[in-house]
T-cell receptor, first 112, second 111 residues
Framework: SQQGEEDPQALSIQEGENATMNCSYK?????LQWYRQNSGRGLVHLIL?????REKHSGRLRVTLDTSKKSSSLLITASRAADTASYFC????????????FGQGTRLTINP | DADVTQTPRNRITKTGKRIMLECSQT?????MYWYRQDPGLGLRLIYY???????NKGEISDGYSVSRQAQAKFSLSLESAIPNQTALYFC??????????FGQGTRLTVV
């Protein structure tokens, strides 16, 4: 089963609007990471938030982490057509060495 | 040059054939991973390696094997390819505390 599960599976919004995606996970983590994938391409790292952090910003991206609820959210503000992609969360676990486990992703479409 | 290079980028092979997918990295990372991506299923971990002498099975290792030839090289083999191994395969590398870097993927079709 997937450690991280993104919600919603698909999201379609108008350019300029904000997009919010959520990720839930099951086990204790060391960090949580968000990645973007353009169709059929490799994944690109967006932002990493550690388990002792609650919020992190990078440009138009804002990530929050609630370890008590085992959830994270990714907010993209002032969306652009170029933000159209799939977004994945991945968790780095504490036990043993750190392997990344990915969710199924949120497919984001920005309509012009 | 890309940080993580996968070869080949595309491959069509016949059922029963042995095929090797190769991955090399210039990041100097100890950790390397192989993932498989199917439509709607996200990325699933096949194998991972934390150093040259360390190989670990992921969640879907059956039908696959790997070899860590050097710190920079990690290859994935399908001993006898079958059609349901048709997928997009990604190699990734990471340091212990840093995010992962992904290759561009290998699109494998087994006919």
């Amino acid at each position: 089963s997937q450690q991280g599960e993104e919600d919603p599976q698909a999201l379609s919004i108008q350019e300029g609007e904000n997009a919010t995606m959520n990720c839930s996970y099951k086990t204790s983590i060391n960090n949580l990471q968000w990645y973007r994938q353009n169709s059929g391409r490799g994944l690109v790292h967006l932002i990493l938030i550690r388990s002792n952090e609650r919020e992190k910003h990078s440009g138009r991206l804002r990530v929050t982490l609630d370890t008590s609820k085992k959830s994270s959210s990714l907010l993209i503000t002032a969306s652009r057509a170029a933000d159209t992609a799939s977004y994945f969360c991945a968790t780095g676990t504490i036990q043993g060495a750190q392997k990344l486990v990915f969710g199924q992703g949120t497919r984001l479409t920005i309509n012009p | 040059d890309a940080d993580v290079t996968q070869t080949p980028r595309n491959r069509i092979t016949k059922t029963g054939k042995r095929i090797m997918l190769e991955c090399s990295q210039t990041k100097g990372h100890d950790r390397m991973y192989w993932y498989r991506q199917d439509p709607g299923l996200g990325l699933r971990l096949i194998y991972y390696s934390f150093d040259v002498k360390d190989i670990n099975k992921g969640e879907i290792s059956d039908g696959y094997s790997v070899s860590r030839q050097a710190q920079a090289k990690f290859s994935l083999s399908l001993e006898s390819a079958i059609p349901n191994q048709t997928a997009l395969y990604f190699c990734a590398t990471s340091d212990q505390t840093e995010p992962a870097f992904f290759g561009q993927g290998t699109r494998l079709t087994v006919v």
